[in-house]
């Protein structure tokens, strides 16, 4: 119980400190790149915590050991689905913003182009459903 109230107190402060930091700053010039990587170091931060608290095992018998190497694979197999998720949904975020950006300013210019615009709007989304199918196929 204590773990978890750790680890809510560690997420929470990782979000807390870096907007209470942007807002505070009153946005001036390089406030915003601070507080992300404010943001980023309470990330990780929070997550090797996780992982020390998490998927440190315990001195157990002989016997418990395959049933320990199996709940720490568990654990790892779930960790990479979520990041493997996460990240490729934030490589879509960003290639979804560019591609369109440009392509409405495309559009603005020349309405006849609007199916190739679409496509690469949609080649970029498309990256968040590769992250998902590794997932799936990462927990099945």
């Known amino acids: 119980m204590a773990t978890k109230l750790l680890l809510v107190a560690v997420l929470l402060c990782s979000i807390v400190i870096p907007v209470g930091g942007f807002l505070l700053s009153k946005r001036k010039e390089g406030g915003f790149k601070a507080a992300l990587f404010c943001n980023l170091f309470f990330f ?3 997550v090797l915590v996780a992982d020390i608290l ?3 095992g315990n001195v157990q018998a002989a016997g418990d050991v395959a049933s320990a190497a ?3 694979a568990e654990g790892w197999k779930y960790m990479a689905a979520a990041l493997s998720t996460g990240i490729s ?3 879509a975020g960003i290639a979804v913003a560019s591609a369109a950006s440009a392509a409405l ?3 603005s210019e020349d309405s006849s182009i609007m ?3 679409l496509i690469f709007v ?3 989304e498309s990256i968040a459903l590769y992250g998902l199918l590794i997932s799936f196929s990462i927990l099945g």
Request: charged letters at 5%.
């Open 44 to 46: 990780f931060g929070t």
């Open 54 to 56: 998490l998927f440190s």
């Open 70 to 72: 199996a709940s720490n």
């Open 89 to 91: 949904c934030i490589g």
């Open 105 to 107: 300013g495309a559009l």
């Open 115 to 117: 199916g190739k615009a």
């Open 122 to 124: 949609a080649l970029a």
